[in-house]
């Protein structure tokens, strides 16, 4: 099963991905994650992607395309996977649909979480992770169960995102609505693509995808 999310930033793409990922044993594969530890490992790429990133700008097609293609081809792929981030051109989905192609893959369902834009900001400005095990968390929609402690494994160690600020979401979304847009009536043309009221509480947005999921399943199966 090969899933691509889509939606703006701080939409619940991440969120919903790792229980997919739990739930059907397919890879998350998070451009986004790929790029920020190229950025720690100080590789070429990360030197190259940080600049853009921290000004909320897209990275070259070029740069993602490559990495994705070798991403996706990795044992943990074999059952399928959920794309996270990525495409977000109309020439990184040509690009994907080239690499699907040779390797005779195709992608199964888009799902695409719709937000009210004004509350984007604050979900995003609220966001922090456990440093150790990944676990997200947001200071007004999910803190953690007891103050800084990692619900999943204890740590006290949390981070934040460099381009988690309110100054860089403005040109996140415009990145979004010229360059992402466009890739909704891309998919419609070929592949089911299902809308998700993402405002609704986490647990609801979860069973709208378990709805859809089973119903893709079914076709898939036929
Ligand atoms: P994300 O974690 O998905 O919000 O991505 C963080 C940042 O990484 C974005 O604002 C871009 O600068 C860069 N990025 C991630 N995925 C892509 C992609 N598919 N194409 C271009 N830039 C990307």
Known sequence: MNIIFLG?????????????????GIAQISTGDMLRAE?????????EAKTLMDAGKLVPDSMIVSMLEKRIQQPDCAKGFILDGFP???GQAEALDEVLARLKSQIDVVLVLQVDEDALADRIAGRFS?????ASYNDVSKPTKVPDTCDVCGSHDFVRRADDNRETVASRLASYRKETMPLLPYYEKKV??????????????????DTIMQEVEQITQK
């Open 8 to 24: 703006p930033p701080g939409a619940g793409k991440g969120t919903q991905s790792k229980r997919l990922e739990a739930r059907y």
């Open 39 to 47: 950025v720690k490992a100080g590789s070429e790429i990360g030197q």
């Open 88 to 90: 977000r051109t109309v």
């Open 130 to 134: 456990c440093a150790k095990c990944g």
């Open 192 to 209: 089911k693509v299902a809308f998700i009221d993402g405002m609704a509480p986490i647990e609801d947005v979860s069973s709208q995808i």
